[in-house]
């Protein structure tokens, strides 16, 4: 099993970034996925979550401004991230879900820098 994140990068505060996460080895579909970040100094925060069905969740930090969505077909989760802040700054990780099973998987993390 493997989780692939990439996108990461530095950017100006204002600019967006897209974030991929490459799924093998496992039924994606049948999986919740969810984008965590870690910030130096901080404890790890879930950004956003999408249900098997698609149905997402955001923080309140990140909502109204970052997306998250998957394409099953493809295996592979996304989450947009537009108007981006220097406190955005952070390590990010996806990771996938099978709450029933028990079942849980974590990507390496991608830096995302936003400089004011």
């Known amino acids: 099993v493997q989780l692939q994140a990439s996108g990461g990068g530095l950017v100006q505060a204002g600019g967006s970034l897209r974030l991929s996460c490459a799924a093998s080895g496992i039924t994606f579909s049948r999986y919740e996925m969810g984008w965590y970040r870690q910030a130096p100094g901080k404890q790890l925060e879930l950004v956003a979550a999408i249900s098997s069905k698609g149905q997402p969740n955001y923080s309140e930090s990140v909502r109204g401004r970052f997306t998250i969505s998957r394409d099953n077909a493809k295996n592979m989760g996304y989450l947009q991230m537009n108007s981006l802040k220097p406190e955005d700054t952070a390590v990010y990780y996806c990771?996938?879900?099978?709450?029933?099973?028990?079942?849980?998987?974590w990507g390496q993390g991608t830096q995302v820098t936003v400089s004011s």
């Open positions: 990771e996938a879900t099978m709450i029933t099973r028990g079942y849980e998987y």
